[in-house]
Every structure is written in C-alpha cells, then in structure tokens.
C-alpha cells in the first residue's frame, strides 16, 4: 500500500490486525478488511478517503467495536479507520457549558474528566468504560439515564465531519440555539458512518447534580415491577435510571459475578435518583410507598461503594449470558413505557411455548427491554428457531406501537427487519439521502438500508 | 377552480381572501396566492397537494402567520394551506406522557389544556396566543423557556406529514428512544414547510413543576447585565428563563401599555426559576446576591398576577416597536452566552457611530438576542443603511462563533444571508435533499435556500 496519499499514516495489513479488527459485540459475519488504518488527525482522515476512493475501497469506521449490531463490522474491499489514535480533549468551556473532543475519546474518561470540574456528562452506555464518543454520536447510544436526560443526540452540539468524497463539513454549532438550514446534525448522528465520519464533536455538558440516591427493589412478581415503573411516572417522578432485571438476568450475574441479590425473586428495579438532597428524598419516600404497594421491598444504597457494585453488577449482565449459551440473540425492543408489563408477559409466554429461555433486563424506565434470546449457533434448528422467534417479538412490538431498536441501531444484524418499521417511502428518502451523502457508496455499505 | 379532487373543501379565490393571507409579521415582499384553502383533515391536504402537482401550482402552508422571517408569506401560483379548522387534540395519553394534535392547534390553548391535567409543554414563542404548534414545528420555534427545556424540536416525539408527492410519511415515533434509520423527524423540524407539511404531531409532555419565582433585575450598565448572566449560569444555576430588555425596548413598552418598568435603567432581567420551593429559594438567593455583587437591583414578583403582568409586557415588546419607527428591521442572532456583554456593546457601539436606533431584547441566558433596527422603509437612504447594520451585525455575531437566527429561521428575509453562516458543501448537501423530497420545488418555494 505505498501512496503519497498514505504518507506517515499508520496503517496495517498483517493478518493479525485484519482479524481483530474484523468483528464487534454484535454476531455479524465478519469479513477481513484490506488495511487497518489509526488516523491522527483529521487530514489523515481524509487523505485515507481520498485514498480509498481512488482505489475503490469502502471506508468502516470504528471506535471501539462495542457495537450490538455489526455497524462497524467490516465488508470485502475496505480498509478500516480506527480511531484510537484521536482521543484528545480539545477544549472546555465552563462558561458555555461545551466540551469539544476527538471522537476516539472513551466516554468514561469523558464523564470522568467533566466531573472532575463539576460538570456532568450524562449519556452512560453499558460499554462506558471502553466505547468511544465517536462511536456513541454514530449510533446515538443511550444508557440508563437517558430516562432523564436523553440520548446522546441530546448533547451534540457541532459535528465535524468527512463525507465520501473527502470534503469536510460542520454541521450544528456552538450556540444552544440556532435556526439556519436543514439540520444535518441529527441527520448525521444515529447514521452509523453511512452518512460522514465525524472528526471532531462539540458537546453540552450539564453542571453537576448535588446528590444521588439509588434504590432497589425486589418484586416477587415480574407484571409488578412493569406497574411500579408506570406508577411511579404518573406521580411525575422522572428518575434518572429506572433499570429491570428478570430472575434470568440476576441468575447470570449471580454465576459470574456474585453480588449478593437475591435468586428467589421475579424481577428487579434499579431507581437512581438526582438533584437536590431535600427533593430526591422526598421522591425516594413516594418511590418507596408505590413499590411497598406492589408487594415490592425497596432498600437504599448506603454510599458510593455501594452504588457502584450495583452498577458494575447491572453493567456485567450482557458479558455473564455468553456463560449461559454460547450465543445470544440480543435485541433492544423499546415499547411506550405503560406496555411494559404488556411485553414481559408476552416474553415470558412465548419462552414457555417454545422452550428457549429469553433473558430480559434493560432501561424499563423509557420502555426499553434488552431481550436475549439463548440458543446455541451450532444447533441450526435451534438458532433458526432463535431468529423465528426475533421476528415474533419484533411482531409484537411494533403492534405495541413499539420500534425494534432502542439505542443499538439497525447496522447488519437488523437491516434485513427494518421494513417491519420504517415504510416503503420513508425508505426510499432515506436511500435518497444517503445517495447525496454518497453517491458511489464507499461509506459504512450494507449498514442500516441493507 | 373546478375539479374533483377539490370537492368538500373550503377554498377561496376572493381578492379580500388573497390578501389577508398575503403577509406574515416579517417584512417580507407579499404576493397575492391564487387561492386560500382551509383543509379539514389529512385527506383534504393530500388532495390540495395532488390537484398543485396537477396545475403546476405550489404550496404555501401557514399557521398564524406570526413568522418573522416570511417563511408562510406566498410566491406566485400558489396555493396557501391554513390551517385554522384542523386545530384539535386528537389524544392525551398521561401514561406515557404525550399527546398528539393537529397541526393548527394554538400553542397557549395547548399549554393551558396540558396544565389544567397537571402537566407541562414547555415551547412558549412570544407569540404563543395566537401561533400554531404546525408553525412550531416548521420553524423549530423557541421562546424564553428554551434556556431550560430547549426548543420546539425537543418535544417533537412523532410526525405525521404529506411530501410533495401527496403520499403521507411518519417520521419518529411514539417511544422516548429509537435508532432505527436516518432521522427524518429532526430534517422535517424547522425546514419551514419546504419538505414536507406536517398533518399530525405527537409531542412530548413533562410535569408541571411544583413552584415557579419571578425575578426582575435593574441594571443602570448594560455590560453588567451581561456580566450577571454568565455568572447565574456559571454557578450552576439554570433559571427557566433569563430575558433581556434594553433601555430602547423599556421605554417602548412602557409608552405603548405602561406597567411601571423604570425609564431610568440601561437594562433588566426578568428571571424565571421553577421547581421544588425549597430549592428555588436558594437558587433565587445566589442570584439576587451575584446581581448585587454588579450593582443589579432585584425584586421577586409577589404572586401569579403580578408575574403575568411582567411575562405581557415582555411580550408586548415586538407589537411597541412598531410605534417607534415605521419599520423595525428585527433580527435574532444568537453567540455563545459568554459573549453576550461583548454583543451588546458591539450594537451600542454600531447605533452611535450610524445614530441609527438598535433596540435588544430577548433570550439572553441562552446567547439569543433579538436587535431591531429601527428605521423607516420609505426613507431609501435610511432603509438601504439598515440593511448595511444588519449585514455588519451578522459578521460580528458569525466572528463571535454565533449563528444569524436563533429561533425565527431564514423564510425569505433571511436566506440572501445564509452563506454568510453555511458553507458552500453544506449548502450543496441541503439542497440535495430538498430535491429528493420534492423534485418538481413546488413545497413552499424561495424559502430557506432562496
């Protein structure tokens, strides 16, 4: 690969690299790539696309391959630009309350570095500690405080970024308003790199909440939980994390990682709540009441330590299913939050029909379920009985007035279902856009339009 | 106008008709449409949009026609669509906390109906008496609440829309998350009715806060107005809303519906917090001890009439300025909030070297400022020095990291301007998207890309 395009560029093709950087989280084929490339900059971006053009390559890009849907997961004839080698802070404005970074910054080391100032970056995808920001504005990624706070599209302020041809653009802006064009900023974020590759990313921050406080609940009865959690949003409480786990899911993390909850329960509920000590105490004391009313039994996290071995335990849960099944079918339906206790009963039904065991846990508080279906790859009835069963409650769902993916995006893994959602002219102006983006196609193929 | 596929719906080709729905607020050059029609339902604004392709005619939708920038002001051969007879509420749904109206329903009717459930739609444009939630939407509309709970697209969960081909598209959904596909719901929010013409909304609500406190502050220095705004913001606090009043914009309101503002001040603030009662008592403390610190003088409105006395003066501004001068050339830039002190300076700087009168006014805690230039049309000399301030305020604002509008988007009066702010690729890209939502331009043309 000797170009002058190339020039001081780190790029690889031993096999070695090709391999790794050829899959993700999620279990789409995977295809080795012609080169891996670790940009340093955003000219290097560039010329790496000059140069894939000129040499009819297509361009994946990557952050930190956590994806559940296979949208950084290479095709044949591309070269793969990973960027951990931009994970600059570039500025932050404590005055404006932005932050502009690289997009191969962790998203951890963001939140961690902003709270350090007293500022608080809210989006905390379960993968926080590995997944970049880059990869986050691709897939708009969620996490348990999106109940409160948004997505991560809520906090995008400017995006620069290169599309197919090699040209940069910038998109939004540095103010918290603005009013001038189309909005290509949203149009990009959630895009999958299918659009433009972001090379630089303006963030808002928010200041930092005064107390937190965590509860959790154990129900006996898994409809009850899913009542609480509409419950407790008609008393006009927004937690900022209303987290459910199944018997399922808290068995798995028992095997992997004891924590100490208990096996003998349905369900649980994981409520954080933020904001000022004298307010989340009193809506503590409410969420308490409605749950004790459930049959529900609630204790308080005592400190942080406390705190933090509940979240590490709810982060492990999607790493403890591979213990239970070598494949898992993962799915992040999202239904209206009052169909909650609607969908668990008809997971736990079909489970029971079809005798495959469907693990469910997930941000309940904004009605969005991580459904995992256990099947074994290499028994093919089985694993084609998996997917029949995928479509079933992609069925369901959209009936619910639901949609298929919450925050992990279509990528490969879903394209072939997005017509269950997305309608044939909606299809087509998206297939239209993606054509001015990038008319010969060399961005991201196969992701998200198939 | 005889055809089939105008049957049942209420149109008019009268002069005094064409005329009324000739002009918006803007100063924007009117032309009289060929016909008004009052469409009913969604059927009957697909079958305008068929029987335009047919007669080679275009389609103007307007709301209340408070725009700013002449984005529902009509073209030649067109249609006007008002919609004044589709203004119902189709749902309130408590439970998930949304509703979905049509898109002619009055943004304060939709307020005082959500309030009255004891909920909270935060989007208040200073025209929220008579302005629509479909004009909303078209123009991405603000208001002073937005430093808080943002802007009109925040709260956009699901739109209904015809496109030019008179098919109908649903863009969003009913659910708080969802990634699946390029986002059509943020495209179609503030592209002015150039895309698309939206035939159902679901918007998203909140809980009405439990308190709210009212604030105004005298400064006698402008600079320090400024000043307090950024430290308010700097110590954490975000009021719901931060207003800002000249001197110019004072004494207008107070010659035009008298509330007893004092003539004597450079500047105020009127202030807004809402919450829980014991946290905004602190918060309102900081802030009366931060405007003292800069000389400010703060006093706390003593009930609901009291505030609403100053919310209708605040309001009353726009209409006052109208009695100043013949022609107020209004513009609503916005820069990054810490450059708020330096813009006001810039503007008083700029009317005393031309000794023409700039008033501001407006969102100041978010960085949007509202300067009108006031002059009078028929003076050419007076008039063409007018637009010279406005292009010159255009480039500071730019220079400042700003953006030329903040909330009244770019219509016709603006769009001579918009390369000024959006590059050239950007340009390219926005327009190519027009053409793939509508070919033939018959979608509100001359707006937004000229």
Not at 35 to 45: D, G, I, M, R, Y
Request: hydrophobic letters at 40%; charged letters at 25%.
């Amino acid at each position: 690969m000797k170009n002058s395009l190339l020039s001081g560029i780190q790029i690889s093709t031993d096999k070695e690299d090709l391999i790794c950087y050829s899959f993700d989280a999620s279990i789409a084929e995977s295809a080795l790539p012609e080169a891996v490339a670790w940009p340093k900059n955003t000219n290097e971006v560039i010329r790496l696309i000059k140069y894939a053009n000129e040499n009819n390559l297509s361009i994946i890009p990557r952050g930190a391959g956590t994806g559940m849907a296979g949208a950084s997961v290479p095709s044949a004839n591309c070269i793969v630009l990973s960027f951990e080698k931009m994970r600059k802070i570039l500025d932050v404005d404590t005055k404006n309350m932005t932050v502009v970074v690289e997009p191969g910054i962790v998203n951890r080391r963001l939140q961690k570095e902003m709270e350090y100032l007293g500022y608080f970056y809210p989006p905390d995808p379960a993968s926080m500690n590995i997944c970049t920001i880059g990869g986050n504005v691709a897939t708009n990624a969620g996490g348990p405080r999106a109940l409160k706070y948004g997505v991560t599209r809520n906090y995008i302020m400017e995006i620069e970024a290169a599309i197919a041809d090699g040209k940069l653009i910038t998109t939004g802006g540095r103010t918290y308003k603005k009013a001038v064009g189309y909005d290509l900023r949203n149009l990009l974020i959630g895009s999958e790199g299918t659009l433009a590759i972001s090379t630089k990313i303006c963030l808002k921050i928010l200041p930092l909440p005064e107390d937190i406080m965590t509860l959790l609940v154990f129900f006996k009865n898994i409809e009850a939980s899913g009542i609480a959690i509409s419950k407790i949003i008609s008393a006009k409480i927004i937690p900022r994390t209303m987290e459910f786990m199944d018997r399922f899911a808290i068995e798995a993390i028992e095997n992997y990682k004891p924590t100490g909850l208990p096996l003998d329960i349905a369900a649980l509920l994981l409520i954080e709540l933020d904001g000022y000590p004298a307010t989340i105490k009193k809506e503590a004391e409410r969420i308490v009441d409605i749950c004790h009313s459930l049959g529900g039994e609630a204790t308080v996290a005592e400190d942080d330590m406390a705190r933090e071995r509940l979240w590490e335990a709810r982060r492990s849960i999607s790493p403890a299913l591979y213990h239970i099944k070598p494949t898992k079918i993962n799915e992040d339906i999202v239904v209206p939050r009052d169909k909650i206790p609607l969908i668990l009963t008809e997971l736990q039904r079909i489970s029971e029909e079809t005798r495959i065991k469907i693990i469910s846990f997930g941000h309940a508080g904004d009605g969005n379920i991580h459904v995992n279906v256990m099947v074994d790859r290499d028994n093919k009835e089985e694993y084609a009985k998996g997917w029949e069963i995928i479509k079933k409650i992609f069925e369901i769902t959209l009936k619910l007035g639901g949609s298929i993916s919450g925050e992990h995006g279509i990528g490969i893994t879903k394209a072939p279902y997005i017509n269950m959602e997305i309608k044939e002219k909606e299809l087509e102006l998206m297939k239209g856009i993606k054509g001015i983006f990038d008319p010969r196609g060399i961005m991201n193929p196969g992701k998200i339009l198939g």
